[in-house]
């Protein structure tokens, strides 16, 4: 966990002034690229990331919701959690702003796997990486 925390704070470094462009507190700007980053986060695993309480996490997230960054819906497997991903607005605000494309892990194993597989077709509501050819 030490290890994420540490790269983490390098990443947030790194993207701090670019952050700023996106008119979210540093705060803000954390919770969409962890999210982002993950792509699809239960509200624990948020507040685990972030180490802050769930009510400190669920009210930041609320807002990005209202703002429609962040997309929150209950959870099929457990009615009791929710689970927050990017919204598509989200994503394209993100990678406008830091002028490059933002990708999960996953994202980017689904990427190669299409370009190694000949498809070069643009793919909607997966950010600028999955729309250029």
């Known amino acids: ?17 670019e952050f700023t462009a996106v008119d979210l507190t540093m705060a803000q700007a954390k919770l969409l690229y962890v999210v982002t980053a ?15 309480t769930i009510s400190t996490a669920s009210g930041a997230v609320d807002h990005l919701v209202s703002v429609g960054l962040l997309n929150r819906v209950d959870d099929p497997t457990n009615r009791r959690q929710v689970r927050v991903s990017v919204t598509p607005f989200g994503l394209e605000t993100l990678e406008r702003d830091l002028g490059k494309p933002v990708i999960s892990s996953n994202q980017a194993c689904l990427w190669r796997a299409l370009r190694l597989a000949g498809v070069r077709e643009a793919v909607p509501g997966f950010g600028r990486l999955f729309r250029e050819p």
């Open 1 to 17: 966990m030490q290890a994420f925390e540490d790269f983490e704070h390098r990443l947030m470094a790194v993207h701090a002034p």
């Open 38 to 52: 993950a792509g699809d986060l239960s509200m624990s695993e948020i507040a685990q990331r972030l180490g802050v």
